[in-house]
C-alpha cells in the first residue's frame, strides 16, 4: 500500500492534453509537490509518433516549467537529430512530474533524489492518461527509473536497452497500435560517463532503433 494517496483523484476523466496540463499544476498525490518550484508535466502534441520518456525534472527544469531544456536536454535533442528523430514527432514527459532534490540550506545547490517506487505509483496516473491520449508507435524510456515504472522493477537498462519490446495497455489503457518499448540511457548518464563519445554513441544507436520503427 502506496503511503500517497495518488493523482488518480487529480486526473480529470476523458480529458486531452490541454485538460491534463492545468490540472496536473494543482496535483498533490505525493509529498514532492510541497518542495518543488511547479509541476513540469509535458512538451509535444497528442499526434506525436514517439514518446519520451525520463526519470523526473532537474533543476532547470523545475526552475522553467518544461521537461528537458538542462544541459542533459540539450544532448537529447542533439542525440534525436543524429538518430534521424524529427523532433516535432516527439512528445517529452517524465515518471514523476516534480523535482525531488535534497538542499543543506536556503541559497545551496539542490541535489537530485531519484524517486522511489511510492512515489512513482503516485504519480503513475498521469503517465497512463498521456499515453491513452497518445498511442505512440514507439515509447523510448530514459533510464533505470523510467524503466521500472513502465517495465518493472526487475527491467535492467544495462542488460536491455536497444531492444524492441512489444507494448502491452499500460494500466486501463487501450492501445489502439501495435506499439513498441524501447529503453536506453539517460542523457543525463552520457553527461557523468567517463568516455563520453562512446556513451553518446550508445544514446544514438538505440534511438535507431527506435527510429527505424518510423520510417
Known amino acids: 500500500m502506496s503511503r500517497f494517496e495518488g493523482a488518480g483523484r487529480y486526473v480529470p476523466a476523458g480529458a486531452g492534453l490541454d485538460g491534463l496540463r492545468p490540472a496536473a499544476s494543482d496535483c498533490r498525490g505525493c509529498d514532492l ?19 519520451l520518456v525520463g526519470e523526473q525534472p532537474g533543476d532547470q527544469e523545475d526552475r522553467q516549467g518544461a521537461p528537458f531544456v538542462g544541459p542533459a536536454g540539450k544532448l537529447l535533442d542533439k542525440a534525436l537529430t543524429d538518430a534521424g ?19 543543506s540550506g536556503p541559497g545551496k545547490r539542490r541535489i537530485h533524489q531519484t524517486p522511489d517506487a511510492a512515489e512513482m505509483a503516485a504519480c503513475r496516473p498521469w503517465l497512463s492518461a498521456e499515453l491513452r491520449i497518445i498511442d505512440p508507435e ?6 533505470a ?8 522493477p526487475s527491467f535492467r537498462v544495462t542488460r536491455q536497452r536497444g531492444r524492441l519490446i512489444a507494448r502491452p495497455p499500460l494500466d486501463d489503457e487501450a492501445a489502439t497500435q501495435n506499439g513498441f518499448y524501447v529503453a536506453t540511457i539517460h542523457p543525463s548518464a552520457v553527461l557523468r560517463a567517463d568516455d563520453r563519445d562512446d556513451a553518446y554513441a550508445g ?8 527510429a527505424e520503427i518510423l520510417r
Not at 33 to 45: H, I, K, P
Not at 85 to 102: E, G, L, P
Not at 138 to 143: D, F, K, N, Q, S
Open 33 to 51: 509537490y510541497a518542495n518543488a518550484t511547479q509541476t513540469v508535466f509535458s512538451t509535444g502534441s497528442a499526434s506525436a509518433r514517439v514518446v
Open 85 to 103: 528523430i524529427d523532433r516535432s514527432d516527439t512528445y517529452v514527459t517524465n515518471a514523476v512530474k516534480h523535482f525531488k532534490f535534497s538542499q
Open 138 to 143: 514507439v515509447i523510448v524510456v530514459l533510464g
Open 145 to 152: 527509473t523510467a524503466a521500472k515504472a513502465l517495465l518493472g
Open 203 to 210: 544514446l544514438v544507436s538505440d534511438l535507431g532503433i527506435a
